[in-house]
């Protein structure tokens, strides 16, 4: 215990001299790896883990799925997203920033990234809202909630990463988080439209647009519909894997940008890069992750770890909300992937030690991955570092940080409510498992 939680430390301190996530998790693992053997087996184990890491065939989706969200946002989706939802809702006080959740909902349905989503959407969205007379606490903090929904509504690349670490069904997954996803997007609406009507001063009505000028705009986002349609259609109706699967959504969504004429030269040069410089940076943390958790398990932390904690004198639950407590702690300080890379081999055994409602070993653990998305999220905004919020504020400079975390502190607490519908009642997570 005492190596695992020098190690442990050793990580932590590196993160807050600002060493990259990937090597402030490999450095104290391969120190710590030939502390606890020698050189000979830290080598060994650097050239396998690094073999064995990048052939993993399931792990294609992950850069198939951020290439599909890099064509989506190259080839003008996003904006035609925005356009058709403030045609639609705009004239409402709030309107805009109702259009911007509902925008940020229907891009994640293609994109799988938080970070992404929250960018692409602030970069169409945040101009409309400033011009339209919109206070900054409102429009920074709605496009930074926003954001999530690119992880909470699938595909989404943190939900697939645990399922390949805990050995679950990816489409299963996904299916999973559909309703919580869209209890999300409801709970956002219902946040702007409670603080609107408190503050109406802090967002104005917009014009009314006319029928033909919505069903137009709305037309402009039927590729979008088809590609969802297609590509998890498909997957559900057992026509392709969820990796053939987003290799067709990412040549749907090519062929949409081409047709459209967004997404030309430039265009898919910054998409393909974008792709790359994610999917290395992604692959990195992987590798990082294996040497610290390689690490961790030669000291047998996890083991006693777990043993502590199924000794614990309280009830399953209690520990399931510490579980997540602890995730909201680490997002302060750690990017979502990296979290579940380090954490999940070492808490998923003893989640499934636990007796949890009574459910079976694999709705309980589609029940947790599903728990663990939602406090993942929470830890995008929360402060003193929620990644979103310095996204949406690196964008909208005029706008002073502790706005917007006032702006999403409502926010939060639907956050918080919704996690709590999910932990004491499972079935709305896997409830749906009936089905597949």
């Known amino acids: 215990m005492t190596a695992g939680l020098l190690i442990f430390g050793l990580m932590l301190a590196l993160m807050a001299l600002r060493v990259p996530i990937a090597a402030a998790m490999f450095i104290p693992g391969a120190l710590g790896y030939a502390w606890m053997s020698n050189d000979a087996a830290l080598l060994n184990l650097i050239k396998g883990s690094a073999v064995a890491r990048l052939t993993v065939y399931e792990l294609s989706v992950i ?3 951020l290439l599909m969200g890099q064509f989506a946002t190259q080839g003008g989706l996003s904006k035609a997203l925005f356009r058709a939802a403030s045609a639609w809702v705009g004239h409402w006080r709030g309107g805009l920033a109702f259009a911007a959740i509902l925008a940020s909902a229907a891009f994640g349905s293609v994109c799988g990234s938080s970070v992404a989503t929250c960018a692409t959407i602030t970069q169409v969205a945040y101009g409309e809202m400033k011009a339209a007379g919109y206070h900054g606490r409102l429009s920074t903090a709605v496009l ?3 954001g999530t929904l690119g992880i909470l509504i699938p595909p989404s690349v943190p939900l697939i990463v645990y399922a390949i670490l805990t050995e679950q069904n990816i489409a299963k997954l996904f299916a999973a988080a559909f309703i ?5 997007t409801a709970g956002y609406l219902a946040v702007i439209a409670i603080t609107c009507r408190l503050r109406p001063h802090l967002a104005v009505p917009g014009p009314r647009h006319g029928w033909g000028e919505r069903w137009r705009a709305l037309l402009g986002v039927w590729p979008l519909l088809a590609i969802f349609v297609v590509v998890f259609g498909g997957i559900y109706g ?5 990796t053939e699967g987003a290799s067709v959504g990412a040549l749907a969504t090519l062929t949409s940008g081409l047709l459209s004429g967004e997404l030309r030269g430039e265009g898919l040069k910054r998409a393909l890069l974008g792709t790359a410089e994610t999917t290395a940076m992604v692959f990195m943390i992987f590798l990082g992750a294996d040497m610290m958790n390689s690490a961790l398990a030669l000291t047998q932390m996890p083991t006693h770890l777990a043993q502590w904690v199924g000794g614990l004198p309280v009830p ?3 520990i399931v909300a510490g579980v997540l407590a602890f995730y909201v702690i680490l997002g302060c300080v750690m990017d979502e992937l990296s979290m579940l890379l380090l954490t999940i081999p070492v808490i998923f055994p003893t989640i499934m030690g636990l007796d949890l409602w009574g459910l079976a070993a694999e709705p309980k653990a589609i029940w947790f991955g599903i ?5 993942v999220g929470i830890g995008m905004l929360a402060p003193p570092v929620g990644l979103n919020v310095y996204v949406v504020n690196g964008m909208a400079r005029e706008v002073p940080m502790n706005e917007t975390y006032k702006g999403v502190m409502p926010f939060l607490a639907s956050d918080v409510l919704r996690l709590l519908l999910l932990l004491f009642v499972p079935a709305v997570t896997v409830g749906v498992l009936r089905w597949l």
């Open 63 to 65: 850069p198939l799925f």
């Open 144 to 146: 930074a909630t926003g």
């Open 180 to 184: 919580p996803g869209l209890i999300a």
């Open 238 to 242: 057992g026509w392709f894997s969820p």
């Open 316 to 318: 399953p639950l209690a």
């Open 371 to 375: 728990l663990v998305l939602m406090t």
